[in-house]
C-alpha cells in the first residue's frame, strides 16, 4: 500500500478504504487487514454507502490473510464475484549473481517523467483520465523509486517502475511495446531496476503479476522469481 498508494483512503474496524478514482484494483479496494471487533455485515455495509458516495463500485483485495477469517466464504456467499487473481512474487537479491548486466540502451530516473509516463500510457492503452491518475498516484509516493526505459532505434518499448522501502524492491508497471515483446526488452528492464536497488541496500524485491498471463509468469520465473502468495479481488454484485 505504501509502494502504491491510493489518492485517498479510510479507515474503518481494521479494514483499509482506498479510492483513485477507479485506476488498478488495489487502489481502489477494500484491504481487510486486521480482524477488528465490529459484525462483518455493518462493516460491508458501511463500505458500501462509501464506495457509492465516491461513485466506486465495491470490491475487496483479498490474501489468505484477510481478516475476519473466512470473509472469503462470507463474501462469496452473498454474490461477489472473484476475478484477477495474481500472484505475488519475491526474489532474494543477497544471493543473486551481482554481475552487471548489459544497459546499453536504457536509461533510468529517479523522477517520473513525461516519457517515461507516456510510454506506460502508450505501452497499456490508458485512457486519458487514466494518465492522470497514474501519474497522480506515482508522484504520491513518499518512498525512493527509480524509473527505467529501454530503447531501441531512439524509440522507447520497454518500460518499468521499482519502488524502495527499507530492504524491499517492489516492481511495478514493467510492460514492453506489443509489437517488441519476447525479445528480452523486459528482462533489460527488471535488470536495471534491481541493478539500482541493489545498489541502493535492497535485499529482497517482490512483484505482481497476473495469472492468465503466462508469459510474464514465464520471464520472472528465469529471472528467479518464486511466488510468496496470491490475492484476488471479489466485486459486490450489482
Not at 15 to 24: H, M
Not at 27 to 53: I, M, Q, W
Not at 102 to 118: E, I, P, Q, Y
Not at 129 to 155: K, M
Request: hydrophobic residues 40%; aromatic residues 10%; charged residues 25%.
Amino acid at each position: 500500500m505504501n509502494a502504491w498508494p491510493a489518492l485517498r483512503q479510510a479507515f474503518h474496524d481494521g479494514w483499509v478504504l482506498r479510492f483513485a478514482d477507479g485506476y488498478t484494483g488495489r487502489a481502489n479496494s477494500v484491504h481487510p487487514t486486521y480482524e477488528g471487533k465490529l459484525d462483518v455485515t455493518a462493516k460491508l455495509e458501511f463500505c458500501r454507502r462509501l464506495y457509492a458516495h465516491v461513485g466506486l463500485p465495491l470490491q475487496f483485495r483479498l490474501t489468505p490473510a484477510a481478516q475476519p477469517t473466512g470473509l472469503d466464504e462470507t463474501l462469496e456467499r452473498l454474490g461477489f464475484r472473484a476475478f484477477n487473481r495474481t500472484s505475488v512474487q519475491v526474489k532474494d537479491l543477497s544471493a543473486d549473481d551481482e554481475t552487471p548486466g548489459d544497459d546499453a540502451g536504457t536509461s533510468g530516473s529517479d523522477r517520473r517523467t513525461d516519457a517515461w509516463t507516456d510510454a506506460v500510457v502508450r505501452f497499456t492503452k490508458l485512457s486519458p483520465r487514466q494518465a492522470t491518475t497514474l501519474a497522480a498516484i506515482i508522484d504520491h509516493q513518499t518512498s525512493p523509486a527509480h524509473f527505467a526505459t529501454v530503447y531501441d532505434a531512439g524509440e522507447p518499448v520497454a518500460c518499468g517502475l521499482a519502488v524502495l522501502e527499507d530492504d524491499w524492491a517492489g516492481l511495478f508497471d514493467i510492460v514492453t511495446r506489443e509489437d517488441r515483446r519476447r525479445r528480452g526488452y523486459g528482462s533489460k528492464v527488471v535488470a536495471h531496476l534491481l541493478g539500482w536497488a541493489r545498489r541502493r541496500g535492497a535485499t529482497r524485491a517482490y512483484l505482481q503479476v497476473m495469472l492468465h498471463n503466462p508469459p510474464a509468469l514465464r520471464l520472472y520465473e528465469r529471472l528467479g522469481f518464486r511466488e510468496a502468495y496470491q490475492y484476488w479481488y471479489r466485486a459486490a454484485p450489482q
